[in-house]
């Protein structure tokens, strides 16, 4: 029996882990469930799950979510706040750990939950963008298990040989293969994009996902905050690792050998595939998925990404090959213009423009611990909102 905490529970990647857990109650329980708001979904979920713990963002929340568990019997504790969620990953009763915050928030339980050797089924991508070298050392100084759950790099990860060990020279490695939708607006004429709404840009072709992830999806930035990810999981060069997009999204990502062989995972786009691949590793369990017809798919196709219709796909590369703090201050300018987009203060465009305005202002720095990397990620919020007309 493992023992779980899922940070995020009321989310996207939340839910469809539930779903896989819900499947195996001889297999997994629940430590701890968290939130920032959604108290009565939280409550309905502690109902269902019985954890011993649940984490909400503030002290109003907790007081709402201690009403609701007391008036159905439930007994969780309820807690609330960073060191709380940092708690409840680092927590000795806990065997894996879900990072399915989405953004910067995720970073430091993410971080705990690494520091503490936990199993961590890593979703929360921008946690590992934002302190690439920091959490990979903290991984392999604890000797934590790190799985990845984005389905493009648990495709890699299944992709490539077990014995892998972040070296792809010494494996016949030659480049990563990193399938992407190309998002709703692939084919939309670019002169348009500026009059785009939210509504349409969180409308994703393939996938249900968070609003924050479907914007980026839409932008391309989600794949090149996978890029960075990938540089990171994977020990592969920027030049190393090429983005391919396949709208079917059937195909979840590839690795391209030295000798001309292809190795791909293929599946129905649902993250429930990656999220029990990742929990019952290195068995393999039912997740509700069916296998994917291929016939009925009928074709698969692949294109180039274009660079000046996906500027912020260019920027994270770049972000990449300058190294120090810059992917954290990408990230950071990311969360901000997303942000800002969808309360409807600046166009789709200006989504790239805002990311470069910061990145120019802030080339980033060799950084080793986390206090200045969040000191740097601070700033580049700032210098985003000031950019903001
Ligand atoms: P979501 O918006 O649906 O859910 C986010 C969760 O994080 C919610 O439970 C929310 O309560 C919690 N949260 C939000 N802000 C918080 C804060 N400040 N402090 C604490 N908790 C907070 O997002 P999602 O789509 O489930 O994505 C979660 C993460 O997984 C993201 O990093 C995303 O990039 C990654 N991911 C998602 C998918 C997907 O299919 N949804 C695929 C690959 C990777
Ligand atoms: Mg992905």
Request: overall charge negative; proline content about 5%.
């Amino acid at each position: 029996m493992q023992s779980i905490t899922i940070l995020g529970a009321t989310g996207s990647i939340g839910a469809s882990t539930l779903d896989v857990i819900g499947r195996h109650p001889d297999r997994y329980r629940v430590h701890a469930l968290t939130a920032q708001q959604r108290v009565p979904e939280l409550a309905a979920l502690c109902a269902r799950f019985r954890p011993e713990v649940a984490v909400v963002g503030s002290p109003e929340s907790a007081a709402a979510l201690s009403v609701l568990l007391r008036e159905a019997d439930v007994r969780t504790e309820v807690a609330y706040g960073e060191a709380a969620l940092c708690e409840v990953a680092s927590a000795e009763e806990c065997d894996a750990v879900m990072a399915a915050i989405v953004g910067a928030a995720g970073l430091a339980p993410t971080l705990a939950a690494a520091r503490a050797g936990k199993k961590v089924l890593l979703a929360n991508k921008e946690a590992l963008v934002m302190s690439g070298q920091i959490f990979m050392d903290a991984v392999r100084d604890s000797g934590a298990t790190l799985l990845p759950i984005d389905s493009e790099h648990n495709a890699i990860f299944q992709s490539l040989p077990q014995s892998y060990s972040r070296v792809p020279a010494h494996h016949g490695v030659a480049r990563i293969l990193l399938t992407a939708s190309g998002g709703p607006f692939l084919r939309r004429a670019v002169e348009t994009l500026d009059a785009v709404t939210p509504e349409e840009a969180v409308a994703h072709p393939n996938w249900v996902m968070g609003r924050k992830i479907s914007v980026d999806s839409a932008t391309m930035m989600n794949k090149g905050l996978e890029v960075i990810e990938a540089h990171w999981l994977f020990g592969a060069g920027a030049e190393q690792i090429e983005v391919v997009i396949h709208p079917q999204s059937v195909i979840h990502s590839m690795v391209s050998y030295r000798d001309g062989s292809v190795l791909a995972q293929l599946g129905n786009p649902d993250m429930r595939t990656p999220i029990a691949h990742a929990l019952a590793y290195p068995e393999r369990i039912d997740s509700g998925v069916e296998p994917v017809d291929l016939t009925r798919i009928g074709q698969l196709d692949f294109l180039k990404p274009d660079f000046k219709r996906f500027p912020c796909l260019q920027l994270a590369y770049s972000a990449l090959s300058a190294g120090g703090s810059a992917p954290a201050i990408l990230n950071a300018a990311n969360e901000v213009a997303v942000q800002a987009f969808l309360d409807r203060r600046i166009g789709f465009r200006m989504i790239d423009q805002l990311i470069a305005g910061v990145l120019e202002r802030m080339p980033g720095a060799a950084l080793d611990d986390i206090g200045s990397l969040l000191d740097e990620d601070r700033r580049a919020r700032e210098t985003a909102q000031s950019l903001i007309p």
